[in-house]
């Protein structure tokens, strides 16, 4: 039987046996594929019942990004401002001081975030940048914040240094499937991310794994990263969809705008096959109307990056996501 066939009764139970048994549902690229390829209202009704089942249905995790070393870095990401082959106009800026970080982090809560996000620009940490980085984490959490951090792969033990210091998650993305990877990153392979994932779960630090989507890749590469992304076990607390910021100067700057109903078709699919999951709608949101948006509400998606700036890009001021939230009538988490 294919999950097209599947009604949405005999689905509800497919995730009740594995909730009893505790294994993940695993599913094939072709299951999620025929999940992609359905009607799309059959799809986002699916999409929201399940969503509906795990999570209160109108609230948003609000998390909020700050870059504390920027630009400079040796890896050859196509998507990214921030590689040091690229001539994109990021400016490097050395490591933030904690205090700067702590600054930000106040002000982020004021706001109403109730995660701090800490993104590097390095292919992994040094030692030395594990010392400091431990360091704001602790101040972070000092705060009374969730603490997440992104600075690429990690050695052995570096993820348990992290954990002791309070880190609450770690993300770092698979970005696409196996098979479109090597088109968009040479430096670094997919086994590499797998290997960083596995010791972030081992250290006992919530894993945030995700994607980017809109990079010139098929629906069936979509379908493989969300497999890759639901047949970890157990599959990622958190799940960043990333849409593509096309960013002048990088080898991506120029690909072809994928439709914005994709883009809600994937978040839907993140949905369905990791219900647990907090799904979140990632970058891109400065280039996507209000209506796309709530359509990825609609389809699962309740978690944003809030505040102005992503790592480098813009995303929508702080005030414009309020009043996007309150016009539709959802709350912070
Ligand atoms: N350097 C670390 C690494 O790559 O693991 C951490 C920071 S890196 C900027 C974090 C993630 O941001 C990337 O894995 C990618 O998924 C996302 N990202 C970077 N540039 C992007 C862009 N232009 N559009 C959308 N997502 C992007
Ligand atoms: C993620 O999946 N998206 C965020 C966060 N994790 C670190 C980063 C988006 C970066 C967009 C490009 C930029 O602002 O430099
Ligand atoms: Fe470096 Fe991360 Fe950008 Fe890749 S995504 S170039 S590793 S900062």
New binding site residues.
């Given amino acids: 039987m294919t999950l097209n066939s599947l009604t949405a009764q005999q689905h509800s139970e497919a995730i009740n046996r594995s909730k009893k048994t505790c294994h993940s549902l695993t599913w094939s690229v072709t299951d999620i594929k025929a999940l992609l390829d359905m009607p799309f209202n059959d799809l986002i009704f699916r999409a929201q019942s399940v969503h509906r089942e795990y999570h209160d249905a109108n609230g948003v995790q609000l998390s909020t990004l700050i870059s504390v070393k920027t630009g400079g ?1 040796p ?1 050859d ?1 196509g ?4 590689a040091a082959r690229y001539h994109t106009g990021v400016e490097n800026q050395a490591m933030l001081s904690t205090d700067d970080v702590v600054t930000a982090a106040t002000a982020a809560k004021e706001k109403g975030a109730s995660r701090f996000c800490m ?5 992994g940490p040094k030692q030395r940048d594990i010392e400091k980085m431990t360091e704001m984490v602790r101040a972070v959490k000092a705060l009374g914040m969730e603490t997440c951090a ?4 990690l050695k052995p033990g570096q993820a348990q240094q992290l954990r002791e210091a309070g880190l609450d998650y770690y ?3 698979l ?1 696409t499937a196996p098979e479109f990877y090597e088109e968009i990153i040479t430096t670094r392979q997919y086994e590499d991310r797998l290997d960083t994932l596995e010791q972030v779960r081992e250290a006992g630090i919530n894993v945030c794994c ?3 989507v809109g990079m010139g890749e098929t629906r069936q590469a979509r379908a493989g990263l969300i497999a890759q992304l639901a047949n970890l076990n157990p599959y990622p607390e958190s799940v ?1 969809i ?6 002048k100067g ?1 080898p ?1 700057y120029g690909t072809d705008v994928l439709d914005p109903l994709e883009f809600v078709r994937t978040i839907a699919a993140a949905r369905i096959t990791m219900p647990k999951a907090m799904v979140r709608l ?3 949101r400065r280039e996507m109307s209000d209506a796309v948006q709530a359509l990825c509400f609609l389809a699962g998606a309740n978690s944003i990056f809030y505040g102005d700036k992503l ?1 480098t ?1 813009a995303n929508p001021e702080a005030d414009y996501d309020q009043a996007l939230l309150s016009k539709l009538g959802l709350h912070a988490l």
């Fill in positions: 870095c890896e990401c998507y990214c401002p921030q993104g590097a620009a390095w292919r992104t600075l690429g792969m993300n770092h993305n970005d995700g994607g980017i960043p990333n849409h593509l910021v096309q960013v990088t991506l990632s970058a891109g790592l890009t």
